[in-house]
Antibody
Framework: QLQLQESGPGLVKPSETLSLTCSVS??????????WGWIRQPPGKGLEWIGS???????YSDPSLKSRVTISVDTSKNQFSLKLSSVTAADTAFYYC?????????????WGQGTLVTVSS | SYELTQPPSVSVSPGQTASISCSGD??????ACWYQQKPGQSPVLVIY???KRPSGIPERFSGSNSGNTATLTISGTQAMDEADYSC?????????FGGGTRLTVL
């Protein structure tokens, strides 16, 4: 059974960089046809896709966040990571990692439990 | 950028049929997915490629997509179906979510 688990600081200061890691178990991150994505959800609000990465390093990201987002992958650890720079209070959200299938459509079929990141001084 | 619009809330009586809409420009030309999210939990994929159900999703969940609107239908709605539902599509290789609809079963 595929499992994803987010980890990282729950509190980040304004203007600093948010860093999260997603550990994948139950399958190899090198599985073909799958990207590995990040999605966030401000408390009480809707889902917002941040971006995703293929194990070979190709990435997609939301245009509104692209200038601040870096997504990387470590196949030796079966992990992928998110860095979001210059954070503000608006970046306070639950952050989820997920497996992203890309074929005739794009779907997110396995999700981590999510982690709350608060941006505050 | 591409946008998907959902009603903020929908109410349904137990045993009745609930329909949740998702609107976007020429959405019928794309594939839509639907996610269920209960309080304090991660989203769960309930419909993909407009009409398909992942393994383990009850048959009472169905989907359609035509024109500018995708619809999630829950037949014989149960109390356990009370949750937030979000539609999702993609445009120019980026993933887009609707704002979410709270389904209340009362």
């Amino acid at each position: 059974q595929l499992q994803l688990q987010e980890s990282g600081p729950g509190l980040v200061k304004p203007s600093e960089t948010l860093s999260l890691t997603c550990s994948v178990s139950g399958d190899s991150i090198k599985s073909s046809s799958y990207y590995w994505g990040w999605i966030r959800q401000p408390p009480g609000k809707g889902l917002e896709w941040i971006g995703s990465i293929y194990y070979r390093g190709s990435t997609y990201s939301d245009p509104s966040l692209k200038s601040r987002v870096t997504i990387s992958v470590d196949t030796s650890k079966n992990q992928f990571s998110l860095k979001l720079s210059s954070v503000t209070a608006a970046d306070t959200a639950f952050y989820y990692c997920a497996r992203e299938g890309r074929g005739v459509t794009i779907l997110l079929d396995y999700w981590g439990q999510g982690t709350l990141v608060t941006v505050s001084s | 950028s591409y946008e998907l619009t959902q009603p903020p809330s929908v109410s349904v009586s137990p045993g009745q049929t609930a329909s949740i809409s998702c609107s976007g420009d020429k959405l019928g030309d794309k594939y839509a997915c639907w996610y269920q999210q209960k309080p304090g939990q991660s989203p769960v994929l309930v419909i993909y490629q407009d009409t398909k159900r992942p393994s383990g999703i009850p048959e009472r969940f169905s989907g359609s997509n035509s024109g500018n609107t995708a619809t999630l239908t829950i037949s014989g709605t149960q109390a356990m179906d009370e949750a937030d539902y979000s539609c999702q599509a993609w445009d120019s290789s980026t993933v887009v979510f609707g704002g979410g609809t709270r389904l209340t079963v009362l």
